[in-house]
């Protein structure tokens, strides 16, 4: 049983936090795709940026939770968020939105969109620094150790506030995108646009006011995702460098312009990562006796080492491009 809370605390939590980031990330880089054709490599950087408004808004006001009893960053996340959309919006009005005005085609828009991550990568340095900052400026995180009632059982389950924090507003935002994508006229709009832009324009919808609010939901999530990342660990100004890869992976495995694919797409990527990097020895421990001599039971038996993390989603993404271009859900080939 000690075995398995191990297995627990190191697989199925691990997973769950990282497949929840992994998800929302790569739902902002589908939404984009769907309705915008291209591949927007600088929303591993949205993600940082909102986390780093965060981290200055909470040094700013350090104090600003402590009256109800919540992390402060989580006080100035939907601030975080605001300013994230409306970076979003800007980029797309001041880089995109002229070459699509030129009619230019969607490979054109991918290297805009590396020059993008280039400059938004100089600009969080230049500002942040290149070293990592918690942000938990003046709050301390809680770590929470449940005893389970078994007799025999030492080791705890071990979760943290801010895997708490995550598990709720992935949630929240899992089932808020499903009903505004579901039920309301703008998520009705996007998901016309998604499947025939011209039909969707002859039909009299605004796509302006469409790729506007693909954008703010974009980046509305990009905050989220970069913040509880940050919380859980820490910030760090090259945050996107460990994000792209994994972010797209899971968008091309749930299948590309699949928002409820991303998601599905995100925890088997989180997941893959967390058993790949797992150690199976410690499993077998409670077997080592019963195994003949000539079978020792190794010391690590991991798949690939946790320096070598980031292999794992590249390989998927691969396997998935060869095998399955569309991914799980059948998106649109890219």
Known sequence: MNELVFFINNVVIA???TGSIYAIGAVGVTLIFSIMRFAHFAHGDMMTFGAFMVLLLTTLFPQAGAAIGVPTPLIMLPL??????????????AFYKPLRAHGVKPIVLVIGSLGVTLMLQGLIRLFAGTGGESLYVDDRKEIFRLALPIEGVRVPVVITEPQLYLFVLTLVAVVGLHFFLSRSRLGKAMRAMSDNPDLAQASGINTNTIVAVTWVI???LAAIAGTLLSLDVTFKPDLSFFLLLPIFAAAIV??????YGAIAGGFVVGFAETLAVFNWSVLLRPFRDSLPEWL????N??????????VVPFFILVVILVWRPTGIFKGKVI
């Open 296 to 299: 020792s039971l190794p010391g």
């Open 80 to 93: 975080a968020m605001v300013l994230t959309a409306a970076l979003a919006v800007g980029i797309d009005r």
């Open 218 to 220: 974009a980046g509305g």
């Open 301 to 310: 038996l991991a798949f690939v080492g946790t320096e070598y993390k980031i």
């Open 254 to 259: 749930g299948g590309v312009g699949h928002p």
């Open 15 to 17: 997973g769950s936090v």
